[in-house]
């Protein structure tokens, strides 16, 4: 048997992602679209995929819906076969564990029955919400020669953003001799990446010891570390946790740079395209004569009138003419009608923008958002899903304007910086 | 039985369309690309999804391979169930008489076990070689009002023209909707009337059974149009002109193909293709494991279509570019159309080509007589080759697929032909 077909891969993809603010509204993080086609989650699926591995559990717990349809058969990352699987994992009411999941480590202690169902060597354990290549079998190998019982994910992050993970300190051989989770003062620059091998009967053990053991940074790896094999994998290369809007937005910008770091298609990783986006029902990309349009990424089934400068589109996104495009990811779907002004924003699925909009109004970027000074503070406006803008509205810096806001929401023709609608 | 489909759909994808040349050394017209990420085939496959016909059989045979492959289990058209699904009948050998298909009408006959199992009230034969858009149950249900044996669609083209097609002349019947084929003759030099057969011919199938057979015992050639459509005419039988009045791309010729993928350029194209619904096989090439396209600081685009995994980084005018192709920068690509995986490298200039897939043109090469006055026929370009840099060709020139790049000459004239 390949060894790769002997690790079981379980991924967590519950997360809410809060700082994704409406982002999230309607979705789980690894379900939030990137980079024109895909969504977050399928960047670890296509790794699983392009490593070998044929059995995936994927658990969710917050708002599952999209991310189910997302996934359906597995089939767009080649998971289906006899000896093959995707399977959705959710929460669920039983005999004794009746509870959502408390954390990473007790959503997969409510899932023992389809570990048990699933015998291997070893289990790999990924977040859904990240944005990397990996070759995971590599991983797996050094956790073999390593003959560890767990092996962490790290990677080299700078000492400024330490506090965001986990962080082990290693000794010469690559064992982790000790653990801080989310350190205020850092004493080493080593990350995990949430990705863990753990050996199968193992990772049973560990959880049967101490059910108050809810989550594998906070609880179970700290214990581990002083008692068991713990050895850190060291990752080099591009690896985003898109968790808020700022780092969201910089990695979509990211693709869009000269020989880019990153680069889905040359990665290998697999949009869905049968899933509700229906890109397989799109017709090549439409420039008119007269359209402008640099350094962007542009889906098929967009209609391109006006210009485009700068930024991310996905697929069915018209752009009418006079309009000015720039620095901005748009979702599938938008139609922006002649004469709009776009400067700095994100929009969510089939938002309409009516003529003459402004959308980015003005130079300062200072004023935080009123309600999520800490999502929004460097200009960046969101605009929610469904969310109808009339004509000739100027919307300024760090707006947020809500899914579904129509016409009656609006009862300025002007929002100024900061506000939410 | 509810399920059981009433209408078999059968389309003849086995013919190669001599005057397109290297577009078709190596796959069936059916086959050939268009649109920036469709095959022909894909136009008649689509209208038989949107029209709800499900149970597809495609009679192939010249070079099948891509064809197949492009069809896989009919998935892109929601052709698999238990009564859906796209079967490919290529020749076969068997007991007794065992040889290829003679013609259009000889692939059909040779399938007739195939049609008498499926038993369908009336049998769809569709040409797999044209762009339209057509609603197949209307000229069903007309075919069934009118009972007739036989209701084959036509489009009014220009008189001079005429004499390409089988012409039928269709009285008043049912006014603009259709009638009755009172006449009817098969590339006529003298056309008298000009009613084209798109060839989408709906028949009663035990009619069509008895010509079939009689056409095998009595006659040298086996055509729907040369020989099943007159005996059916002798015999005084029911034939009914639907009359089609959409857009009807018939691309038999590179002038015609050209054409045809121009029309969807445009303010105002002739081919709405959004509308259309056109689906594909995205596993066909991998498109669907493309990224968005890639539009570089100093790229210029206009009218034109370009589908994803393409990077822009020179300048595109009227153009079709299919997946992969790579424009760099100071390149100019106008008036034409690139096939999958195209490198038009730095300062190369294109001007009406058609290029097959995998070919790379060398930094500064040129295509085309640009500044020249008069009309400009399109170059073609095999699958495949190398263009060195520098070279030059004219307009109207064939290079074969996939020639050693050194037999590829620097200077290419107008109209030359290189093998």
């Given amino acids: 048997m390949n060894p790769q077909e002997n690790t079981l891969v379980l991924l967590l993809a519950g997360g809410v992602g809060s700082r994704l603010n409406i982002l999230v509204q309607t979705r789980a993080k690894p379900a939030v679209p990137f980079a024109g086609l895909y969504r977050i989650i399928d960047f670890s699926l296509s790794n699983v995929m392009n490593s070998g591995m044929k059995h995936v559990g994927v658990l969710t717990q917050y708002k599952p819906l999209s991310l189910m349809r997302h996934l359906g058969t597995g089939e767009a990352w080649d998971f289906t076969g006899r000896s093959r699987g995707v399977k959705i994992l959710p929460p669920s009411t039983g005999f004794r564990d009746s509870d959502w999941y408390k954390g990473t480590a007790d959503a997969i202690r409510h899932n023992l029955n389809f570990v048990r169902a699933h015998p291997s060597q070893e289990i790999l354990i990924l977040s859904g919400d990240h944005i990397y290549e990996m070759d995971l079998y590599r991983l797996i190998e050094f956790h073999r020669r390593k003959k560890a019982d767990i092996t962490i994910g790290m990677m080299i992050v700078p000492q400024s953003q330490i506090h965001q993970f986990g962080a082990g300190i290693t000794n010469d051989e690559g064992r982790i001799i000790e653990w801080e989770e989310k350190p205020k003062v850092p004493r080493t620059n080593l990350a995990s990446m949430g990705i863990y091998v753990f050996n199968y009967e193992y990772l049973l053990k560990l959880l049967a010891e101490d059910r108050e053991m809810v989550d594998f940074g906070m609880h179970l790896v700290p214990m581990a570390i002083a008692r068991d094999n713990v050895f850190a994998y060291p990752f080099e290369g591009y690896w985003r946790d898109v968790g808020t809007i700022q780092a969201y937005w910089e990695a979509n910008m990211d693709l869009l740079k000269d020989d880019p770091e990153i680069s889905p298609e040359a990665w290998g990783i697999r949009p869905n395209i049968e899933s509700d986006q229906l890109l397989a029902d799109r017709i090549p990309a439409r420039f008119a004569a007269g359209s402008r349009v640099s350094r962007s990424m542009i889906s098929a089934g967009c209609i391109i009138e006006g210009e485009v400068v700068n930024s991310v589109l996905s697929p069915g996104v018209k752009v009418g003419p006079g309009c000015r495009i720039r620095d901005s990811i748009i979702m599938h779907d938008c139609s922006i009608e002649e004469g709009t002004t776009i400067d700095l924003a994100i929009m969510d699925k089939r938002v309409k923008i009516g003529k003459g909009a402004v959308i980015g109004q003005g130079e300062n970027k200072n004023i935080p958002n009123s309600k999520y000074p800490d999502h929004l503070y460097t200009g960046i406006t969101l605009i929610g899903k469904e969310a109808v803008i009339p004509a000739g509205t100027v919307i300024g810096r760090n707006c947020i304007i809500h899914p579904w806001c129509t016409q009656e929401c609006f009862k300025d023709k002007v929002i100024i910086d900061g506000e939410t609608i | ?419």
Avoid at chain 2, 47 to 57: F, I, Y
Wanted: glycine share 10%; hydrophobic share 35%.
């Fill in chain 2, 1 to 419: 039985m509810k399920l059981k489909p009433r209408t078999l759909a059968m389309i003849l994808a086995g013919g190669r369309v001599d005057d397109l040349t290297v577009l078709t050394f190596h796959r069936p017209k059916s086959a050939v690309p268009f649109g920036g990420f469709a095959r022909v085939i894909d136009f008649p496959l689509s209208n038989l999804m949107n029209s709800g016909l499900d149970r597809v059989a495609i009679l192939s045979q010249y070079r099948s391979y891509s064809l197949i492959n492009h069809i896989g289990i009919g998935a892109a058209w929601e052709m698999i169930g238990r009564y859906r699904g796209i079967s490919i009948l290529p020749p076969y050998i068997g007991y007794g008489h065992s040889q290829w298909y003679r013609g259009s009408s000889d692939a059909v006959y040779q399938n007739l076990d195939f049609i008498q199992y499926i038993n369908p009230e009336q049998l769809l034969i569709l040409s797999g070689d044209h762009i339209y858009r057509m609603d197949y149950r209307e000229i069903i249900n007309y075919h069934r009002q009118k009972d007739a044996d036989l209701t084959m669609a036509c489009i009014k083209v220009p008189m001079p023209e005429a004499h390409r097609f089988g012409l039928a002349d269709i009285d008043d019947e049912d006014g603009d909707l259709g009638g009755r084929v009172v006449r009817y003759r098969e590339k006529p030099e003298n056309p008298e009337y000009n009613w084209a057969s798109l060839t989408v011919f709906c028949f009663k199938p035990e009619v069509l059974y008895k010509m079939l057979e009689a056409n095998i015992k009595e006659d040298a050639s086996y055509e729907f149009g040369r020989d099943i459509i007159p005996r059916m005419m002798n015999e005084n039988l029911r034939v009914y002109g639907y009359k089609f009045r959409g857009y009807w791309g018939y691309t038999r010729t590179i002038e015609e193909y050209w054409q045809t993928n121009m029309d969807l350029l445009g303010p105002d194209p002739k081919i709405k293709f959004s509308e259309w619904n056109i689906r594909t096989n995205m596993d066909h090439r991998g498109i669907g494991d493309c990224q968005p396209l890639k539009i570089g600081d100093n790229a210029g685009i206009s009218d034109s279509l370009i589908y994803n995994g393409c990077i822009i980084e020179g300048e595109v005018e009227r153009s079709i570019l299919f997946p992969g192709t790579h424009i760099e920068k100071g390149a100019r690509v106008k008036d034409s159309v690139l096939f999958f995986n195209n490198v038009v490298g730095k300062d190369a200039k294109l001007d009406k080509i058609i290029s097959d897939v995998n070919t790379t043109f060398g930094r500064g090469v040129r295509i085309g007589t640009e500044g020249k006055p008069g009309p400009k026929t399109a170059s073609v370009i095999g699958w495949n080759n190398f263009i060195k840099a520098d070279t030059i060709i004219g307009s109207g020139c064939i290079v074969y697929p996939s020639l050693p790049s050194e037999k590829i000459p620097k200077q290419i004239e107008s109209g030359e032909v290189i093998r």
